[in-house]
């Protein structure tokens, strides 16, 4: 994949992750993450566990959603506040409020307040 594909793939897992379509994101984020060097490999699975966090709390597994947040929130963490266009600091807050609220048996989701990886001005 050139430079131009991967930077293309990237956008499309992104606007299918602030669509709410999770695991199609994954699959996009996860091709990125096998063909990434060192660099952006942790970023790239950082965007996986967090779709799939998000997939599973969609299903009701709070405890596998819980796994992968933790994960995610480490492996993004590096790239902090800012990576690849993404205001990652917002992000992970976002997330964590999620989490934090299911945790504690909050309804599900409505789509305006699920977490989302572009800017809040470009939703």
Known sequence: MD???REATFRAGVQLFDAGEYLAAHELFEELWEESEAGDADFFKGLVQAAVALHHLR??????AAKLHA???????????????LDLARFLEEMRGVLAGASEGAPEMPAAARPRLDSPGAR
Do not use: D, K, M
């Not at 299903?59 to 596998?64: M, P, R, V």
């Not at 994960?71 to 266009?85: E, N, T």
């Open 3 to 5: 430079a131009e594909e």
């Open 59 to 64: 299903a009701g597994n709070l405890e596998g």
């Open 71 to 85: 994960g995610q929130r480490r492996l993004l963490a590096p790239f902090l506040p800012r990576h690849r266009g």
